[in-house]
């Protein structure tokens, strides 16, 4: 067994992780797919209310369950323990391979997109730029976890200054238009399937909640930190979101707002004519390195995590002695996130690693039902508010988005379910090199 983990990161740590996770590329990239996604005001706004009520549930069961097993890999650890290896290996090889990279490459490539407008530079340095930017923070959270989690702590504060910013300044310039809010409810077609399709982008942009869970085993007194992390970090960023799509409305109606890509530095160039892109630019830049650390520095625990208990991945649960970080588990979801920005586009990116995980997502808050009643409430284990139904509604909404993207999007959801599929024969080869391990003859 490996030695156990040195507990260096504080409440102000995990905090900064989590909310320098969730504020990343989405809040400014991607209000515009949820917009075409919906036929008014109301359901544009309604999506990003549901999306964080939806992800305070979730953000509650994953205090609990991250509390009861406070080990890096999250959702992991919870589907191993509950459920048994296979799943949680499934599970894993999905979020490494399906999930996890598809959103390093997203926020990357948006990263790069951004330094490019900033710049005034040509889209030909996009994927150089992205690629680069992946290479160096790999190396410097190889290098240590103090190096890793002092950029997250930085770049967290600079980039809820950028958000308080868009919000302040966009409010008081009053260059905007109150009546791009009327009517703020026009039915038109069936505003449920609208909904569910709306809510598959939100949700992406909440995404990051969760984080903590996945160095629980290196942060400090976690019964008490990681709930406040997980659930504090969340309320903030919730907050963030709510205001700063209004002032995307207030200067672009939503016709306009569902054709504008680089959607914040849209909204700013009409207070600043001129400078206000290349400012919101620079903002993002800020944003999503920062975020793109977060996830480095999150992402590699996982596959480590599964290092430890698989032989197929065993290398990848190695530690460096000096610098105590699973370097080849970090290096491997570099490359990995190299071949996406290289082969795949954004939108298809967020397509197919948004629906598949959700399935994961309802079956771990089945395990926070599971595990409640199996083993009752520990000592120091957080208790989940409006317990059982909490947990209930979160599993509930995430079924629901699972089905409306299998029928609204078939091709993309069942492509992203045949990637997942493929753990399963690795589980079983990996099953066998540990059988062969234990009995040699």
């Not at 919906?38 to 209310?49: E, I, P, R, T």
């Not at 290996?89 to 999930?99: D, I, P, Q, S």
């Not at 200054?161 to 077609?189: D, M, Y």
């Amino acid at each position: 067994m490996p030695e156990p983990l040195q507990r260096r990161l504080s409440l102000t740590d995990a905090s900064a992780l989590v909310v320098g996770c969730i504020i990343g590329a989405g809040i400014f990239r991607l209000s515009d797919s949820v917009a075409r996604q919906s036929s008014s005001v109301g359901l544009f706004l309604a999506a990003w209310v549901i999306g964080g009520l939806l992800s305070l549930c979730g953000a509650l069961v994953w205090a609990e369950l991250a509390t009861r097993f406070p080990r890096n890999g999250g959702e992991y650890v919870f589907l191993s323990h509950t459920f048994g290896r296979s799943w949680g290996f499934v599970y894993g090889f999905t979020r490494l391979f399906v999930n996890r990279t598809g959103t390093l490459a997203i926020l990357a490539y948006v990263f790069a997109e951004h330094l490019a407008r900033a710049a005034g530079a040509s889209a030909g340095v996009v994927r150089p730029a992205a690629t680069a930017a992946v290479i160096l923070l790999t190396v410097i959270n190889a290098a240590g976890l103090r190096f890793g989690k002092n950029i997250q702590n930085v770049f967290t504060a600079l980039k809820v200054s950028a958000l308080l910013g868009i919000i302040v300044v966009g409010a008081l310039a009053g260059k905007g238009e109150v009546s791009h809010f009327t009517p703020l409810w026009v039915p038109s077609g069936n505003w449920l399937s609208q909904l569910g399709l709306a809510l598959i982008p939100v949700l992406w942009t909440y995404g990051g909640w969760y984080e903590a869970a996945y160095v629980a085993g290196e942060v400090k007194n976690p019964e008490r930190n990681l709930p406040r992390a997980i659930v504090g970090g969340l309320l903030v960023t919730t907050a963030l979101y709510l205001a700063v799509n209004l002032v995307y409305v207030y200067y672009l109606p939503l016709s306009t707002l569902r054709e504008t890509d680089l959607v914040a530095a849209g909204a700013m160039d009409r207070v600043f004519s001129g400078a206000g892109g290349r400012l919101v630019a620079a903002a993002v830049m800020v944003s999503t390195f920062g975020a793109l650390n977060g996830y480095i520095l999150s992402g590699g625990r996982i596959l480590a995590a599964m290092g430890e208990d698989h032989a197929l991945f065993r290398r990848f649960g190695r530690r460096h002695p000096a610098t105590d970080t699973p370097i080849l588990a970090l290096l491997a979801n570099a490359v990995l996130t190299l071949v996406l920005i290289w082969t795949g586009t954004l939108d298809s990116i967020v397509t197919f690693t948004e629906i598949v995980i959700y399935l994961f997502f309802a079956m771990t808050g089945v395990a926070a039902l599971v595990l409640r009643r199996r083993h009752g409430t520990p000592p120091g284990v957080y208790r989940v508010w409006g317990f059982p139904y909490t947990p209930a509604v979160f599993i509930a909404l995430n079924l629901a988005i699972v089905l409306n993207g299998v029928l609204e999007q078939p091709r993309e959801a069942l492509f992203g379910i045949a990637v997942a599929a493929v753990g399963i024969p690795l589980y079983w080869i990996s099953w066998s090199l540990d059988q062969k391990k234990v009995n040699p003859t």
